[in-house]
């Protein structure tokens, strides 16, 4: 069978901060169809490492590569097929959860993308709230919208740190539910977890950070 496609190729990549060496020679290849889960305690470098691969945080030593191009956040390519839910995102405060999801598909070129806006949104449990704008969600609809933009948007390579948070129980039942059909349909993932259950179920690889509990 022929290989699949190495989507994101990490080689060599050094952060530090001052004197603290986060992580040295840190090195990964993340094939289609492959969902990475890094692990590690509080500190370990996890967050770092994932801005550092979104191009949110600058590496002091080594390169990243997606489908072959050097990473760089402004890349059009880049930007056509990495999805990342990294921090709380800044939502447009005037804009309702629907409208943001519309605007995000429409900006990545999807033409109609009402039934695709109007699926995700039942699926994060959002369809009730479709109306509101982000300052009146709770913090757990706020995390289920910043989810929902990675899922109505072209991609090739997921990028989350720490995507359970604050979702309920059924919420991370869901989410793995999720990352499984996406991975299964080919896509990369990489993400940080502290939910073993996330882990257990989505990741083909765990690559842990930092020194071992
Ligand atoms: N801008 C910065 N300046 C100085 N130190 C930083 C900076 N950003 C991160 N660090 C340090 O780098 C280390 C790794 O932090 P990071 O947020 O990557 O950890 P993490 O594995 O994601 O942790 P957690 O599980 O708590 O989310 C920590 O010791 C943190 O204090």
């Known amino acids: ?25 840190f090195s990964l290849e993340v094939r289609a169809g492959e969902a990475i889960a890094l692990t590690g305690r509080n500190g370990a470098g996890k967050s770092t490492l994932l801005r550092c691969l979104v191009g949110a945080d600058r590496p002091d030593d080594g390169t990243i590569e997606v489908l072959g191009t050097p990473m760089s956040e402004t890349s059009p390519e880049i930007r056509r097929n990495v999805a990342t839910v990294i921090d709380d995102l800044d939502f447009f405060p005037d804009l309702s959860v629907v409208e943001h999801l519309d605007l995000l598909a429409r900006a990545h070129g999807y033409e109609n993308p009402d039934p695709m806006v109007d ?14 704008l982000p300052g009146t969600l709770s913090s757990g609809q706020r995390r289920r919208l910043a989810l929902a933009t990675a899922f109505v948007r072209p991609r090739k390579l997921l990028i989350m740190d720490e995507p359970e948070q604050r979702l309920d129980t059924e919420g991370v039942a869901w989410l793995s539910k999720r990352l499984q059909a996406e991975r299964k349909s080919g896509l990369a993932i990489v993400f940080a977890s502290h ?19």
């Open 1 to 25: 069978m022929a290989k699949r496609t190495t989507v994101l190729k990490v080689s060599g990549l050094k952060r530090a901060f001052g004197p603290h060496t986060i992580f040295d020679k």
């Open 119 to 132: 699926e995700v949104l039942d699926e994060v449990q959002l369809v009730p709230q479709a109306g509101q």
């Open 195 to 213: 939910e073993p259950s996330l882990v257990e179920s989505v990741a083909t690889r765990v690559v842990r950070l930092g020194a071992p509990a």
